[in-house]
């Protein structure tokens, strides 16, 4: 059974830094797609960064784009987010999801095409 297990969330204020990340366990973390998504109060799960399986090729959401930077450590099994500049928008609980197919393709993966979900994190930012 896959496992994806996030952590690193808290209560920052404007303009400080956080490092999410997003621990795989039970399957083949070097073969998935893997996402950050987020969900700010009272709304719809975002897109926030997308990396393919080898770390080659990485999308953002035009939000955070220059300001988070998403990587991943295969032998680790890990994906992480690190999240700079802070703004009281990026307020939302934080998921990474997985993808079993592993490349990026132009509109894919879809949020209803990750094939496993972790149970998110919150990450509050607030002066």
């Known amino acids: 059974q896959v496992q994806l297990t996030e952590s690193g969330g808290g209560l920052v204020q404007p303009g400080d830094s956080l490092r999410l990340s997003c621990g795989v366990s039970?399957?083949?973390?070097?073969?998935?797609?893997m996402g950050w998504y987020r969900q700010p109060p009272g709304k719809e799960r975002e897109f926030v960064a997308v990396?393919?399986?080898?770390?080659?090729?990485?999308y953002y959401a035009d939000s955070v784009k220059g300001r988070f930077t998403v990587s991943r450590d295969n032998a680790k099994s890990t994906l992480y987010l690190q999240m700079n500049s802070l703004k009281p928008e990026d307020t939302a609980v934080y998921y990474c999801?997985?993808?079993?197919?592993?490349?990026?393709?132009?509109?894919?993966?879809?949020?209803?095409?990750?094939?496993?979900w972790g149970q998110g994190t919150q990450v509050t930012v607030s002066s």
């Open positions: 990396i393919n399986w080898r770390g080659n090729e990485i």
């Open positions: 039970g399957g083949t973390f070097g073969s998935y797609a």
């Open positions: 999801a997985a993808d079993k197919y592993g490349v990026i393709e132009p509109g894919r993966p879809r949020l209803d095409e990750y094939d496993y």
